[in-house]
């Protein structure tokens, strides 16, 4: 009985195995053999039985289970890898064609998502979390080609490593060289700790000497051999290799390009860039306030000053000049009545007279403040220049003679040195220190008529109107200088507080504005205002200088967000020319307008402090 069980079993096998092998089915037949042979022997065994009909039985149980198994109704590859605990990542990444997509207009690439995600988690210390992300989605942090350095770098296997380096696909030249100039680099440093000298030298002369690398790196990396060997440095023990190995996986990160590495943070600095994108596609955006991630960013026309708070008319004739302190605590304005005067500028915004500075017999036109806010500096056109104490109120010093006309002028950051720019053409531009001691002058030919000046905030440049037309950039420490040309009159200049920028106004009813490194060919222009017969000087304010705010021969107060060309707020109010405006830096919410309706304007924003509009008398 047992022997023609057998040999039933063996027809029946090898019967169905010839029908896979005409169907080409060889591995599938064989596979199924190693699954089904136990149950089917023991289905006959059962039976003990030499009728055909079990052996009948026998074949459709074969081949039912096939049926079975090739419809996907049950999978016993499956069934054998579930009884293994540990899953097998997907180190490397789905062809595009089979990675899933998410968002909402299908952008973003779901295992790319994952990975970083992963990166993220372990970088802010959820690593218990990263690791079963990691088990769950089938997705490593970590790209196989990484893994495989990793392993490599940790045991010292740099020819493995080398080789591997050399089996990416994906790199320039450039990047391999830098990459294996980093390997061989530690390699050397471990023989030098160990005593191999002379497969160091070998190693230097046959690999390093090869790469495409900066000849300077390999000149100093040999001279670090020598000095290795000239003060017989002790090996260098296992711990600091093992931090050294760490720097070198860091350092080869940093060269790899995806996906073999991920940058680092990679997840914040995607996120970071979509916050800065609304926020630069936000007009209105004045505030220092963190932006959430709950939301989208968009702020209304409530961030900016839009709205009168305060009339000041202590001035009894035009008022030219209006600037705010650089701590926001203090304004100064001057006037064609021959005055300047500092306002206190307190916490509540409301705006209250301090000293009123009577010195002057000619109008003044110009007034700025030293970084300190201590000291105050006024000057006309045919007026000469004064220092005055803020605290006081006091004039400190006069500069030059009664014939020294002063156009304009500016502080160094230091607030001991000043320059002052004179509209005669003999005179050019001087820089004194605060007792009157000439320190340095630029005149003659070079030096027409100085129309207006500035000092960039970090004192690198000094950057001068002249010709009537041109503009020039000095560097006040090489004394390398740019000229700028214009194709209309520049009235006025301005610079940003970040020293990156300046703009100046045209009689042509523009504003044009210019990068101080030299980068742009044309500047970057705003129109809107109305100038061609007055002197209108403009300014940068808001949060990170976003805005140019200025004055308007109709009597109107503009404002541009520096992205658009055209002015996203008029501001209405005053009843003749408005000469010149200041934004307050530490208040981003307040704006003053001085005018020739011998009147200053505070503008606030709606959603600050309310103060009622009044007139200061």
Known sequence: MLVRLLFGFEIGGFGVLGVWFQSNKVKLAIGHLEFFSVISFAWFIWKSSSNLWHLAEYLFLFGL???VEEMGIFDYKRLESSSNPRRI???TPLPMEESPRLGPKGLIKKHEFVRILIQCLYSIGYEKSASCLELESGISCKSDDFQLLESQISSGNWDGCVDTLNAIKDLTDDTRAAALFLVFKQCLLEYLSCGDDKLAVAILQKEVSALQVDRDKVHNL?????SWK?????KID???IRELRK?????LEKWLPSPITLPEHRLEHLVETAVLSQIDSCMYHNLSDEVSLYADHSCSRDQIPTETVQILTEHKNEVWFVQFSNNGEYLASSSSDCTAIIWKVPEDGRVTLKHTLRSHHNPVSFVAWSPDDSKLLTCGNVEVLKLWDVETGTCKHTFGDPGF????????????????GSSDPEKGIYMWDCDGNELKAWRGMRMPKILDLAVTPDGQNLISIFSDKEIRILNVGTNAERVISEDHSITSLSISGDSKFFIVNLNSQEIHMWDVAGEWVRPQKYMGHKQSKYVIRSCFGGLNSTFIASGSENAQVYIWNRRNYRPIEVLRGHSMTVNCVSWNHRRPQLLASASDDHSIRIWGSSLSNKIQPQKLS
């Open 222 to 226: 040999a001279r670090s051999i020598l």
């Open 238 to 240: 296992d711990n600091a």
């Open 65 to 67: 289970s096939w049926l």
């Open 405 to 420: 006309i002063v156009s304009s002028c500016a502080w160094f950051p230091d607030s001991k040195r000043l320059v002052c």
């Open 247 to 251: 720097k070198l996986l860091q350092e």
């Open 89 to 91: 990542l997907r180190q």
């Open 230 to 234: 000239e003060v017989e440095q002790s």
